[in-house]
């Protein structure tokens, strides 16, 4: 951002990331996996800011990352150092294998011909990726590659795991584990965050959590054990009284049918307020000490909240979109999501401010 850092301060819609909340869900899942935590940190740690969250969990205690693409690998290994151990979920098609190398990170290699081009290149350190049933990436356990140069860890991921009654995860794991016994000097890694509640079986030797992490439950619905770790506020710039017989926002979008009072929120889908909450009718914010429906369209920059139980509430209040308040998970479902593309969908118009 090249604003002044004044005008930055009083950026309307702020993103609050709470890194000492990210530090306790890190150990939360290291104690109920009763494994080492290696961080999923892709997607600029889904969205919160891969620098300073990976920074913070190496104070921790963690090592070993993984990122989805090279280009998120070498940007985090220019933020980290050479310490860290950087896996790219992506694997290695030809074109990124120098950049690979320059920035010594581990491709996880999900078919053969990635093999044969790693091994060619002289790569180096490689994971490498068994499907077990997702049929998304990765060998079939029956083409699996011999253990070779360079391997160290194998891995594969679940389906369902945030169904813990799917007999998907058990048959997962089973056939994992099959797989598992063919690179006994290997590390394992199985469970994502859903995984790390599914039983110690599910653990191997280190888990692999993403969500979780940055707050986001582990069944898809806010859960005791894990802490708020994003909070996205924005500001009411404008408070209204709305005549019944009147309309507010694009297309006439709400009608009310009693006299309502209308904060505007300076906060739209420019900024990553799903668009989705539109005509849904379960958009809330967390405002003036109680949750607010969000109504009519949501617009570019703001959207409007329906404030008339609250009719004190005024220009400068701050309104919760997800935090402490409204969790991530509940604000998710009532925009028709989950909360890993909420979280993802922030944009970089919103400033990220970290706490801890
Ligand atoms: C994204 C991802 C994870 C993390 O998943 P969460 O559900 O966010 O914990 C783990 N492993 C792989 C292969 C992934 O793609």
């Known amino acids: ?150 391997l160290t860890l194998v891995m594969s991921h679940l389906a369902c795991a945030d169904e813990p009654q799917s007999p998907m995860n058990r048959r997962q794991r089973d056939t994992f584990a099959g797989i598992a016994d063919r690179y006994p000097d290997t590390p394992k890694s199985f469970a994502n965050s859903g995984g790390c509640f599914l039983g110690d079986d599910f653990g191997f030797d280190a888990v692999r959590p993403g969500v979780c992490l940055y707050g986001g439950g582990p069944e898809g619905r806010p859960d005791p054990r894990i802490a708020a770790v994003a909070t996205f506020s924005a500001e009411v710039v404008q408070v209204r009284d709305v005549p019944v017989g009147e309309t507010v926002g694009y297309s006439c979008g709400f009608k009310p049918d009693r006299p309502t009072r209308i904060a505007t929120v300076a906060a739209g889908y420019a900024d990553g307020v799903l668009r989705s909450y539109t005509g849904r009718g379960s958009g809330q914010v967390w405002l003036n000490d109680g949750l607010r429906p969000i109504v009519g369209r949501v617009s570019m920059d703001v959207i409007a909240v329906d404030v008339t139980d609250a009719p004190d509430t005024a220009v400068g209040d701050r309104a919760e979109l997800f935090g402490a308040n409204r969790p991530l998970d509940d604000a998710a479902t009532a925009a028709g999501t989950i909360s890993y593309e909420l979280i993802t969908s922030i944009t970089p118009r919103v400033p990220r401010r970290y706490l801890g």
């Open 1 to 150: 951002m090249s604003a002044s850092p004044a005008l930055y301060d009083l950026a309307p819609a702020v993103l609050t990331v709470d890194l000492d909340a990210l530090a306790r869900n890190y150990h939360t899942l290291a104690a109920v996996s009763g494994r080492p935590v290696h961080p999923v940190v892709k997607a600029d740690s889904y969205g919160l800011g891969a620098a300073a969250c990976a920074r913070r969990l190496i104070a921790e205690g963690a090592r070993t990352f993984f990122v989805a693409r090279a280009a998120e690998g070498v940007a985090l290994r220019s933020a980290l150092g050479p310490e860290a151990i950087i896996y790219v979920l992506d694997g290695c098609h030809g074109d990124v294998i120098a950049d690979l190398k320059a920035a010594d990170l581990r491709p996880v290699v999900n078919q053969p011909g990635q093999l044969q081009a790693w091994t060619a290149a002289n790569g180096g350190a490689w994971g490498l990726q068994i499907d077990t049933g997702m049929n998304r990436l990765g060998f079939r356990p029956e083409n699996a590659p011999d253990p070779s140069e360079g």
